[in-house]
Nanobody, 116 residues
Framework: QVRLVESGGGLVQAGGSLGLSCAASGIIFSPNIMGWYRQAPGKQRELVADMSSGGRTNYVDSLKGRFTISRDNAKNTVYLRMNNLEPGGTSVYYC??????????WGRGTQVTVSS
């Protein structure tokens, strides 16, 4: 069982920046992939970015260049730096971890509200 706790959400003006963190605890296997997803009101959850324990990153095309994912394997923590946030970026951001032969675990989410 893995527990994920996100932090860092809040209210930000359009064009501003915000950083999110997600700490994983419990029995964690490597290799694994930790990622960030978001869900806007009335929309499906979508991938923002993910990063393997080996350092490979993957971004949704529309956010490349503005969002940066990083992680600290020693702390089992993944980060998301979001720059130049757009008004349409208001969403709940969820952290996830995928391990081989294990179900995907999710955090409870953190709200990011972008004001215009």
């Amino acid at each position: 069982q893995v527990r994920l706790v996100e932090s860092g959400g809040g209210l930000v003006q359009a064009g501003g920046s915000l950083g999110l963190s997600c700490a994983a605890s419990g029995i964690i296997f490597s290799p694994n992939i930790m990622g960030w997803y978001r869900q806007a009101p009335g929309k499906q959850r979508e991938l923002v970015a993910d990063m393997s324990s080996g350092g490979r990153t993957n971004y949704v095309d529309s956010l490349k260049g503005r969002f940066t994912i990083s992680r600290d394997n020693a702390k089992n923590t993944v980060y998301l730096r979001m720059n130049n946030l757009e008004p349409g970026g208001t969403s709940v951001y969820y952290c996830s971890i995928e391990e081989k032969f294990e179900p995907t675990y999710w955090g409870r989410g953190t709200q990011v509200t972008v004001s215009s």
